[in-house]
Each structure stands twice: as structure tokens, then as C-alpha cells.
């Protein structure tokens, strides 16, 4: 049975970028599209919560400092929970989204409440064997209001078929967070992005054979 294992934090490791990969142009139009919900959201917010403020009149020097501080939070919060999540595994993983929190994968389309992603990742790590899952968060943005973010970065995930072969696939991800009541930050949603997918053999376009190519 396949078990999460522990990897240290730090800089992306030398072939983790992704500037060659060819990406999919599917998933990234679902990448494209939860930016700008995000942006509908975010507007959304200005208008209830800064109803002081000008239409179209952008933060001042005060409110930009306050904003690159809640950007530093949900990196920290990103980068953090990648450790996080490895060590305690899949409970780990559900407990980082909001309630009815939503995973969108390739294959499976959107994933709703923690239960749910819950048992979607126990199926990745017990039925498809994934024996690590790590990511980098790359940048972030908030809303003026300090209560909804994004984060954009590059994920690996390290997979094993049933002769115990490895495969590495990497990609791309973007995350929706939401500041909780308790002012802790949950995933309201993630998606992501499968750009390549290496074997021992060498790289291989994915959905090429049978596997888990959507992880």
C-alpha cells in the first residue's frame, strides 16, 4: 500500500520548471476561467465592504501594505500546507478546504465538500498509487477587502503502477482562498493543470497509456 513520503521544503528542485512544457489548452481555459471568478468576486467585495471608496479609485499606500501582508499569508499558507499535507495525508489535505469547499480534476470534473475530497484523494493515493504530491506556490493576489486570495504555482506528483514503475507528473495549479470566521484561510477552490508526464522511459504525452493521467 502506497504511503506518503516526507520531502524537504525549499527551492524548486532543477528540472521542476515548466517554461518548455506544452500545456493543455482545456485545463487552462479552467485555470483562465477561476482567475476570473475570482475577479467577479473580488469586485464584489469592493463594493460592499469599501463602499467609501470612489468607484475605480485604487488603494492607497496604507491599504496596499495591508494587502501585500494578507499576499504574504496565503503564500506562507500554500507553501506551508504542501509539507503539511504530506505528512498527515489525505485528512490533511480535505481539512486545508472550506466546508463546501471544490477540487476540479481532469477526468473527474468538480469535486465538492471536504468529505468528498476526502475520498477522491484517498483513491489517488490507495487505488493509483500516488507516493508524493508537492507544489510551490509562484505568486498571489488579494482582494482590497482581505478576504479572498489566489495563489498560482507548479505541482509534482510522483505516481506507481501496480510493478511498483514510478512516474513523475508535473503541472500547474491555481487555488481560491477564503479567510474563515477564526481569520485562518481555506481552499474555496483548486484546480489543477497536468502539463507532462515522465516515465522511466523518457517524457510521454499524457493519456498516452493507461494510468492515472489527470493527477
Not at 179 to 195: F, G, M, T
Request: proline share 6%.
Amino acid at each position: 500500500m502506497a504511503q506518503l513520503r516526507t520531502l524537504p521544503l525549499g527551492p524548486a528542485p532543477e528540472g521542476f520548471g515548466l517554461q518548455n512544457a506544452p500545456v493543455q489548452a482545456t485545463s487552462m481555459k479552467k485555470i483562465t476561467i477561476a482567475l476570473a471568478f475570482f475577479a467577479l468576486l473580488a469586485g464584489c467585495d469592493r463594493g460592499s465592504g469599501d463602499s467609501h471608496r470612489s468607484p475605480g479609485r485604487p488603494p492607497g499606500p496604507e491599504k496596499l501594505g495591508e494587502m501585500e501582508l494578507w499576499k504574504l499569508e496565503i503564500m506562507l499558507q500554500d507553501r506551508t500546507s504542501s509539507s503539511v499535507i504530506r505528512q498527515g495525508g489525505p485528512s490533511s489535505w480535505s481539512e486545508a478546504f472550506a466546508p463546501d469547499g471544490t477540487m476540479v480534476r481532469s477526468g473527474l470534473g468538480e469535486i465538492r465538500g471536504q468529505e468528498a475530497i476526502h475520498e477522491a484523494f484517498m483513491a489517488d493515493v490507495y487505488s493509483n498509487a500516488l507516493v508524493d504530491l508537492t507544489w510551490i506556490p509562484e505568486r498571489a493576489e488579494v482582494s482590497q477587502t482581505g478576504d479572498l486570495g489566489y495563489t498560482v504555482g507548479q505541482y509534482l506528483a510522483v505516481v506507481a503502477d501496480t510493478t511498483g514503475a514510478r512516474s513523475e507528473v508535473r503541472g500547474t495549479y491555481v487555488r481560491l482562498w477564503r479567510r474563515q470566521a477564526d481569520d485562518s484561510w481555506k481552499v474555496e477552490l483548486d484546480i489543477r493543470n497536468p502539463v507532462t508526464k515522465t516515465e522511466q522511459g523518457g517524457p510521454m504525452a499524457l493519456g498516452s497509456q493507461s494510468g492515472n493521467g489527470g493527477t
